[in-house]
C-alpha cells in the first residue's frame, strides 16, 4: 500500500471530520432555531396576546394572516437562504482540501 | 329492464365531472404504458435511473405528497374546525425545511436504494434492515388506507349508487398496473404531471369562486372574532349556520374546537356550576399542549415519510437533493395556500355540508361541491370547475398511492427478495420480482381499502404521521448527526417510539369508533368505557389523541440511553461513515469506501 498523501491524511483525520459535521451542523441549527421561534412562538403569541392576535388586518385576522399567508414566503426565504450558503460551505471544503494537495 | 340501467345511471351523472375524471385516469394509464418502454433496468425501476432532473422529481414529489387528506381533507377540516386546522397545511408544508436542513444531503450522499439499505450499511447489520423492511411496510400500508378509502368516496359521489368498493378496486388496479410497468421511472412522469393537474385543479376554481363571491380576506372578515361586536366584512351574501356548526368566536379564533374536544368532554361530565371555573383555568393550556404536538407529529411525521424519503434517491447528487427540496417547497407551499379558501368559503355559502351526509365527512366534500354554486349564476362553467375538481381529487389519491406501492415494492422486492431471500439472483429475476410484489402489495392494499369505509381519512393519515414522527424521523436525525449510535440504541428507540404511538392513536380511535350508533359501534362497544376514563383524565385523552410530544422525546431519549450502554458496538469504520455521509461529493469518499468494503469482505 502507498504511503497516505498529505491530502488523503487531512481528509482522514479526526479533526477535519469534525470541523466538517460542526460547521454544516452549525449552519443547519441557525436555520432551524429561525424557522422554530416563528412556529412554536406563534401559538405562544395566541395565547398570550389574544386581543393583539385578534388584530384586523385586511379582514383576516392578524394570527390568521401570519399562519395562512406569510408564513409560506418566510420558509421559503430561509431554505433559499440555507440553500445557498451550505452550497457554498461544501465548495470552501473542497477547495481547502485541494488547496492541500497542491501544496506538497 | 337489465339493460336500461346502465343508461339510467349514467343519466344522473355530470358528463363534464365523468369527462375531466376519466381523462385523468386515462392519461395515467397511457404514460404508463409509454414509460414502460424505457424503463429496462433495475435500477430504472427502483430508483429511475438516479438521473431525474431536479425539475421533474420536485414535480413527482410535490405530486405524490398532495394526497387525498391534503386535497378534500385539508379543506374540510378549515372549514368544520376553522384556525387550528391551518396548522396542517402550514405544517405539512414545512415539514419539509427540517428534511431539507438535516436529512437530505446526508442521506443522497450514503446512496443506497431504500431506506432499508441505508440502515444496515450505517450499522452494518441485517438484522436492522429487517426491522426497518417491517416498518416501510407497516407505515406504507397506514397511509395506503386513507388514500384507498378517499378514492372510493369520490367515485361514489360522481356515480351516484356505485358501491364504495369500487373505486377502491379501480384506482389501486390503475396505479398497481402503472407500478408494474414502468416502476420508479414510470411512476416520476405520472406522478409530476399529476401535480400540474391537482395544482391547476385547485387555483382555478378557486379564483373563480373568489372573482365571483368575495376574496379570501372578505370570507375571513364576515366571522365575527371574539369581542367583536360586528364582523368587519358585511359586503358578502352569508347563509345562515347550521346548529352543528362552530360559532364564529371559536372558529376564527385559536383554541377552538379541534384542540379544545378533550376539555370540553371532561366538563360535560361535571355538575353544571363547576363547568365555567372548569373551562377557564384548564381549557387553554391544554388545547397549547396539543397544538404543540400536533406540529411536533406533523413536521417530524413529514420528514420521516417513508415513499418522501426514498426519492431522494432519485436526484443525481447530493446538491441536486436539495436544489429539488427547495423546489418542492416552493411548489407544495403555493399549493397549500388554496384548500383553507375552499374552506373558509365554504362555510359563508354552503353551511348545510356541516349536517353531514352518509358515508362521507360532509364538509369533506366542500372541495368537490362548492364549485356547483357556480352553476346556478353561470350554468356549464360550474360543472366543468367541479368536473376539474374532481379530476385534481383522483390525482390526488393516485399519485400518492403510486409513491406508496413503488416504496413498498422496492421494499419488498430488493431488501426482502434481493437481499435476504435469494442473494444470488440477477438483474432479470429482479426485475421479475419487482413486478410480482408491485401485483403483491397492489392486491393488499385493495383489500385492506375496502374495509376501511367507516374510518376517517384525517383520522389515519394523523396516525401514519404520529408512528413516522416517532420512529423513523429519530432514527434517521440520530443517525445522520450522531456517530455514537448504536444499531441497538436505533433499534430500541425506533421500536418503542412507533408501537407506543400505535397504540396511543389506537387507543383513543376505538373509543371513538365504539359511540359509533351503528355496526362499527357493535364492533368496539368493549371499549366504550374508555370514554368514561377520557372525561375524568382530559389531558391523557390528549397526550394519546397526539402522542408524538412524548413518544419523539422517548425514541431519541432511548437511543441515547441504550447507544451509550452499548457503545463496545459502535461499527469500527464509522468515522469513514460519516466522511461519506457529510463530506461534499466532489471529494470522491464514497468510491474510496465502497473499495474498502469489497476488501474487507473478501478477507
Same mark, same amino acid.
Given at each position: 500500500?502507498?504511503?497516505?498523501?498529505?491530502?488523503?491524511?487531512?481528509?482522514?483525520?479526526?479533526?477535519?471530520?469534525?470541523?466538517?459535521?460542526?460547521?454544516?451542523?452549525?449552519?443547519?441549527?441557525?436555520?432551524?432555531?429561525?424557522?422554530?421561534?416563528?412556529?412554536?412562538?406563534?401559538?405562544?403569541?395566541?395565547?398570550?396576546?389574544?386581543?393583539?392576535?385578534?388584530?384586523?388586518?385586511?379582514?383576516?385576522?392578524?394570527?390568521?394572516?401570519?399562519?395562512?399567508?406569510?408564513?409560506?414566503?418566510?420558509?421559503?426565504?430561509?431554505?433559499?437562504?440555507?440553500?445557498?450558503?451550505?452550497?457554498?460551505?461544501?465548495?470552501?471544503?473542497?477547495?481547502?482540501?485541494?488547496?492541500?494537495?497542491?501544496?506538497? | 329492464?337489465?339493460?336500461?340501467?346502465?343508461?339510467?345511471?349514467?343519466?344522473?351523472?355530470?358528463?363534464?365531472?365523468?369527462?375531466?375524471?376519466?381523462?385523468?385516469?386515462?392519461?395515467?394509464?397511457?404514460?404508463?404504458?409509454?414509460?414502460?418502454?424505457?424503463?429496462?433496468?433495475?435500477?430504472?425501476?427502483?430508483?429511475?435511473?438516479?438521473?431525474?432532473?431536479?425539475?421533474?422529481?420536485?414535480?413527482?414529489?410535490?405530486?405524490?405528497?398532495?394526497?387525498?387528506?391534503?386535497?378534500?381533507?385539508?379543506?374540510?377540516?378549515?372549514?368544520?374546525?376553522?384556525?387550528?386546522?391551518?396548522?396542517?397545511?402550514?405544517?405539512?408544508?414545512?415539514?419539509?425545511?427540517?428534511?431539507?436542513?438535516?436529512?437530505?444531503?446526508?442521506?443522497?450522499?450514503?446512496?443506497?436504494?431504500?431506506?432499508?439499505?441505508?440502515?444496515?450499511?450505517?450499522?452494518?447489520?441485517?438484522?436492522?434492515?429487517?426491522?426497518?423492511?417491517?416498518?416501510?411496510?407497516?407505515?406504507?400500508?397506514?397511509?395506503?388506507?386513507?388514500?384507498?378509502?378517499?378514492?372510493?368516496?369520490?367515485?361514489?359521489?360522481?356515480?351516484?349508487?356505485?358501491?364504495?368498493?369500487?373505486?377502491?378496486?379501480?384506482?389501486?388496479?390503475?396505479?398497481?398496473?402503472?407500478?408494474?410497468?414502468?416502476?420508479?421511472?414510470?411512476?416520476?412522469?405520472?406522478?409530476?404531471?399529476?401535480?400540474?393537474?391537482?395544482?391547476?385543479?385547485?387555483?382555478?376554481?378557486?379564483?373563480?369562486?373568489?372573482?365571483?363571491?368575495?376574496?379570501?380576506?372578505?370570507?375571513?372578515?364576515?366571522?365575527?372574532?371574539?369581542?367583536?361586536?360586528?364582523?368587519?366584512?358585511?359586503?358578502?351574501?352569508?347563509?345562515?349556520?347550521?346548529?352543528?356548526?362552530?360559532?364564529?368566536?371559536?372558529?376564527?379564533?385559536?383554541?377552538?374546537?379541534?384542540?379544545?374536544?378533550?376539555?370540553?368532554?371532561?366538563?360535560?361530565?361535571?355538575?353544571?356550576?363547576?363547568?365555567?371555573?372548569?373551562?377557564?383555568?384548564?381549557?387553554?393550556?391544554?388545547?397549547?399542549?396539543?397544538?404543540?404536538?400536533?406540529?411536533?407529529?406533523?413536521?417530524?411525521?413529514?420528514?420521516?415519510?417513508?415513499?418522501?424519503?426514498?426519492?431522494?434517491?432519485?436526484?443525481?447528487?447530493?446538491?441536486?437533493?436539495?436544489?429539488?427540496?427547495?423546489?418542492?417547497?416552493?411548489?407544495?407551499?403555493?399549493?397549500?395556500?388554496?384548500?383553507?379558501?375552499?374552506?373558509?368559503?365554504?362555510?359563508?355559502?354552503?353551511?348545510?355540508?356541516?349536517?353531514?351526509?352518509?358515508?362521507?365527512?360532509?364538509?369533506?366534500?366542500?372541495?368537490?361541491?362548492?364549485?356547483?354554486?357556480?352553476?346556478?349564476?353561470?350554468?356549464?362553467?360550474?360543472?366543468?370547475?367541479?368536473?376539474?375538481?374532481?379530476?385534481?381529487?383522483?390525482?390526488?389519491?393516485?399519485?400518492?398511492?403510486?409513491?406508496?406501492?413503488?416504496?413498498?415494492?422496492?421494499?419488498?422486492?430488493?431488501?426482502?427478495?434481493?437481499?435476504?431471500?435469494?442473494?444470488?439472483?440477477?438483474?432479470?429475476?429482479?426485475?421479475?420480482?419487482?413486478?410480482?410484489? /408491485?401485483?403483491? @402489495?397492489?392486491?393488499? +392494499? &385493495?383489500? =385492506?381499502?375496502?374495509? %376501511?369505509? $367507516?374510518?376517517?381519512?384525517?383520522?389515519?393519515?394523523?396516525?401514519?404521521?404520529?408512528?413516522?414522527?416517532?420512529?423513523?424521523?429519530?432514527?434517521?436525525?440520530?443517525?445522520?448527526?450522531?456517530?455514537?449510535?448504536?444499531?441497538?440504541?436505533?433499534?430500541?428507540?425506533?421500536?418503542?417510539?412507533?408501537?407506543?404511538?400505535?397504540?396511543?392513536?389506537?387507543?383513543?380511535?376505538?373509543?371513538?369508533?365504539?359511540?359509533?350508533?351503528?355496526?362499527?359501534?357493535?364492533?368496539?362497544?368493549?371499549?366504550?368505557?374508555?370514554?368514561?376514563?377520557?372525561?375524568?383524565?382530559?389531558?391523557?385523552?390528549?397526550?394519546?389523541?397526539?402522542? /408524538?410530544?412524548? @413518544?419523539?422525546?422517548? +425514541? &431519541?431519549? =432511548?437511543?441515547?440511553? %441504550?447507544? $451509550?450502554?452499548?457503545?463496545?458496538?459502535?461499527?469500527?469504520?464509522?468515522?469513514?461513515?460519516?466522511?461519506?455521509?457529510?463530506?461534499?461529493?466532489?471529494?470522491?469518499?464514497?468510491?474510496?469506501?465502497?473499495?474498502?468494503?469489497?476488501?474487507?469482505?473478501?478477507?
Amino acid at each position: 500500500m502507498p504511503p497516505p498523501t498529505p491530502h488523503e491524511d487531512r481528509v482522514h483525520s479526526e479533526q477535519f471530520l469534525h470541523t466538517l459535521m460542526r460547521r454544516q451542523l452549525k449552519l443547519s441549527i441557525a436555520c432551524a432555531a429561525a424557522f422554530l421561534v416563528v412556529l412554536l412562538g406563534l401559538p405562544v403569541a395566541n395565547y398570550l396576546a389574544p386581543q393583539l392576535m385578534a388584530t384586523r388586518v385586511f379582514g383576516f385576522t392578524l394570527t390568521w394572516l401570519l399562519l395562512g399567508v406569510l408564513f409560506f414566503p418566510a420558509v421559503w426565504a430561509i431554505s433559499w437562504i440555507f440553500i445557498r450558503r451550505s452550497i457554498w460551505l461544501e465548495e470552501d471544503e473542497v477547495r481547502s482540501v485541494k488547496s492541500l494537495g497542491e501544496d506538497r | 329492464m337489465a339493460p336500461l340501467l346502465p343508461v339510467a345511471f349514467l343519466e344522473a351523472v355530470d358528463p363534464w365531472i365523468f369527462a375531466f375524471s376519466f381523462v385523468t385516469v386515462a392519461a395515467t394509464i397511457w404514460m404508463g404504458f409509454r414509460s414502460a418502454r424505457t424503463s429496462k433496468t433495475a435500477s430504472d425501476f427502483f430508483v429511475a435511473g438516479r438521473s431525474v432532473s431536479v425539475g421533474w422529481n420536485a414535480s413527482a414529489i410535490s405530486g405524490e405528497y398532495l394526497s387525498a387528506a391534503s386535497f378534500m381533507g385539508v379543506a374540510g377540516m378549515v372549514m368544520s374546525s376553522g384556525y387550528d386546522a391551518l396548522w396542517y397545511p402550514v405544517c405539512y408544508a414545512c415539514g419539509y425545511l427540517f428534511l431539507l436542513l438535516f436529512i437530505a444531503g446526508p442521506l443522497r450522499r450514503f446512496g443506497a436504494y431504500t431506506i432499508p439499505d441505508f440502515a444496515e450499511g450505517r450499522y452494518d447489520s441485517p438484522l436492522f434492515r429487517k426491522i426497518a423492511v417491517c416498518f416501510v411496510l407497516f407505515i406504507g400500508f397506514f397511509y395506503t388506507m386513507p388514500q384507498m378509502k378517499g378514492a372510493g368516496v369520490t367515485l361514489a359521489y360522481i356515480f351516484p349508487g356505485i358501491p364504495y368498493w369500487a373505486g377502491v378496486v379501480l384506482v389501486g388496479a390503475v396505479i398497481t398496473l402503472n407500478v408494474a410497468l414502468g416502476g420508479m421511472k414510470g411512476i416520476t412522469l405520472v406522478q409530476a404531471f399529476q401535480y400540474w393537474i391537482k395544482m391547476f385543479a385547485i387555483s382555478v376554481p378557486v379564483f373563480v369562486l373568489m372573482a365571483v363571491f368575495g376574496f379570501y380576506n372578505v370570507h375571513v372578515g364576515a366571522n365575527n372574532a371574539p369581542g367583536e361586536s360586528a364582523a368587519p366584512a358585511t359586503g358578502i351574501e352569508r347563509k345562515a349556520l347550521v346548529e352543528k356548526a362552530p360559532r364564529d368566536d371559536k372558529w376564527i379564533a385559536p383554541f377552538g374546537p379541534l384542540t379544545t374536544k378533550a376539555v370540553n368532554a371532561a366538563a360535560a361530565a361535571l355538575p353544571a356550576e363547576q363547568r365555567p371555573a372548569y373551562l377557564a383555568e384548564h381549557q387553554k393550556p391544554y388545547s397549547l399542549l396539543y397544538t404543540y404536538s400536533l406540529i411536533i407529529a406533523l413536521v417530524c411525521g413529514t420528514a420521516g415519510l417513508p415513499h418522501i424519503l426514498v426519492r431522494f434517491y432519485t436526484n443525481p447528487d447530493g446538491v441536486a437533493a436539495k436544489r429539488t427540496t427547495m423546489w418542492v417547497m416552493i411548489l407544495i407551499g403555493i399549493f397549500y395556500v388554496f384548500p383553507p379558501i375552499f374552506g373558509v368559503i365554504g362555510r359563508n355559502l354552503m353551511p348545510e355540508l356541516y349536517t353531514g351526509l352518509a358515508g362521507i365527512k360532509g364538509t369533506d366534500q366542500v372541495v368537490l361541491k362548492l364549485p356547483t354554486l357556480l352553476a346556478e349564476k353561470y350554468g356549464v362553467l360550474g360543472s366543468i370547475l367541479s368536473g376539474i375538481t374532481c379530476a385534481g381529487a383522483f390525482a390526488a389519491f393516485m399519485s400518492t398511492f403510486s409513491g406508496l406501492l413503488v416504496s413498498m415494492t422496492g421494499a419488498l422486492a430488493h431488501d426482502v427478495y434481493g437481499r435476504m431471500i435469494r442473494p444470488e439472483s440477477n438483474q432479470a429475476e429482479r426485475l421479475v420480482a419487482f413486478k410480482f410484489a /408491485a401485483v403483491l @402489495t397492489g392486491g393488499v +392494499a &385493495i383489500v =385492506l381499502g375496502c374495509f %376501511v369505509e $367507516k374510518l376517517e381519512i384525517n383520522f389515519m393519515v394523523g396516525q401514519a404521521f404520529a408512528i413516522a414522527a416517532s420512529s423513523y424521523f429519530p432514527l434517521l436525525f440520530m443517525s445522520v448527526w450522531w456517530r455514537g449510535m448504536t444499531m441497538k440504541g436505533a433499534a430500541a428507540g425506533m421500536l418503542a417510539g412507533g408501537i407506543c404511538a400505535l397504540i396511543a392513536v389506537a387507543l383513543t380511535n376505538v373509543s371513538t369508533l365504539a359511540l359509533d350508533p351503528g355496526e362499527m359501534g357493535r364492533i368496539f362497544a368493549v371499549f366504550k368505557p374508555l370514554n368514561a376514563f377520557w372525561a375524568q383524565h382530559p389531558l391523557l385523552r390528549i397526550l394519546c389523541e397526539q402522542p /408524538a410530544i412524548w @413518544t419523539v422525546a422517548l +425514541a &431519541i431519549g =432511548l437511543m441515547i440511553v %441504550v447507544s $451509550k450502554a452499548t457503545a463496545a458496538q459502535v461499527p469500527g469504520d464509522i468515522r469513514m461513515k460519516m466522511l461519506v455521509l457529510h463530506a461534499p461529493e466532489k471529494l470522491g469518499l464514497k468510491q474510496e469506501y465502497i473499495q474498502e468494503h469489497i476488501a474487507g469482505a473478501g478477507h
